[in-house]
């Protein structure tokens, strides 16, 4: 019986030997194949053709036009949202913003000359009014129009896509309905880190939207995943950023500048966010291209991604080595040591 009880105690050790080989090797694998998934993705080549195509489209003029486009469809559309908003409900535009933030002092006195309808007079939305909202937030979808249609080497439309900036103007006020309703849901806090979490496959799902409307239906909605999932999530990371710094630069610009400094701050936010769409376009245009050469088993090798990361290396250490040189070469030669007064 003891003979036969040592024999199952054996069996029972080798194999727990074999599960704990079988997990190590298991594990070994994962870690290969995420080395090889970075590198991959990562790999020198593959980097500078996103950063050629950042600068094909003139990525950071790009954000800036976006930025300054937005802003100038943003303002008369939040004065004449809050004139109507502030008829159905106790808050305006000005109120939102300032809640959302939590901004408070001078910032939040420049937020409200600059969003708050007018105190006295009429503050109704007249023809006028409604055609210079029309004429800036369709300048603003041109301008995201020809961010694709740059990114994604297409013809330009121009105007002629005008009833598709109209969509997209409507989509975008149910959108921004949408994360508005979120936000007083899940809270207005300054780390409202949940509602942002919760808003992010929506912004995704928006993103994709645009791109392809925006295009006239020529790109893919499943080209754009990449450009909306990788916009969405840096967008996300950002907005959750400016949540906690944006306060302190809305309130040292308005002490600084006054109602201009609300609109400096307003601008430098608004490029952050621009020139996030505007690198993930390149990049997910990149991307696109190479998931669809990777369906057509046009795989980048991994010896020649190894010669790739091999070269950067290399180079990487013979420049180091060279300024090394260099330093060691411009260095003062060190004074003699003077004698010391023993030695004397």
């Known amino acids: 019986m003891n003979r036969y009880s040592g024999r199952l105690k054996s069996l029972s050790g080798h194999t727990a030997l074999i599960a704990l080989s079988e997990e190590g090797r298991t594990a070994e694998k994962s870690r290969r194949r995420l080395t090889r998934t970075l590198t991959f993705w990562l790999r020198p080549a593959f980097a500078l053709g996103c950063f050629a195509r950042f600068q094909r489209i003139a990525g950071f003029d790009r954000s800036m036009a976006l930025a300054s486009s937005s802003l100038t469809a943003l303002v008369p559309v939040a004065i004449i949202g809050g004139t109507v908003l502030s008829s159905l409900t106790s808050s305006d535009a000005a109120d939102r913003i300032i809640s959302r933030y939590g901004l ?28 210079f909202l029309v004429i800036s937030a369709l300048s603003f979808t041109r301008a995201l129009q020809r961010l694709f249609e740059q990114a994604w080497e297409l013809k ?11 969509w997209w103007l409507l989509s975008g006020g149910v959108f921004a309905l949408a ?44 080209d754009l995943i990449p450009f909306g999932v990788m916009a969405a999530v840096a967008t996300a990371v950002y907005s959750w950023g400016t949540a906690l710094y944006l306060p302190h630069v809305f309130n040292t610009s308005a002490e600084r500048y006054g109602v201009v400094g609300a609109v400096f701050a307003l601008i ?10 505007v690198g993930s376009a390149a990049l997910g245009r990149e991307v696109a291209d190479e998931l669809s050469r990777i369906a057509q088993g046009q795989r980048t090798p991994d010896d020649e991604v190894r010669r790739q990361w091999d070269s950067v290396v290399e180079q990487t250490l013979s420049r180091w080595r060279k300024v090394r040189r260099q330093v060691s070469r411009h260095r003062p030669d060190e004074p003699p040591e003077e004698p010391s007064e023993e030695q004397d």
């Open 104 to 131: 408070s002092g001078a910032g939040a006195d420049a937020v409200k000359a600059l969003f708050s309808p007018a105190q006295s007079g009429n503050t109704s939305v007249g023809v006028f009014g409604v055609l």
């Open 156 to 166: 330009p439309l121009s105007v002629r896509n005008t009833r598709n900036g109209l």
């Open 179 to 222: 994360t508005g309703w979120l936000y007083a849901a899940l809270g207005e806090t300054r780390r409202g880190l949940l509602a942002t979490i919760c808003e992010t496959p929506l912004s995704a799902v928006f993103l994709i939207w645009s791109g392809y409307l925006l295009s006239a239906r020529r790109i893919g909605w499943q």
């Open 268 to 277: 430098s936010a608004l490029f952050g966010v621009m020139l996030i769409v």
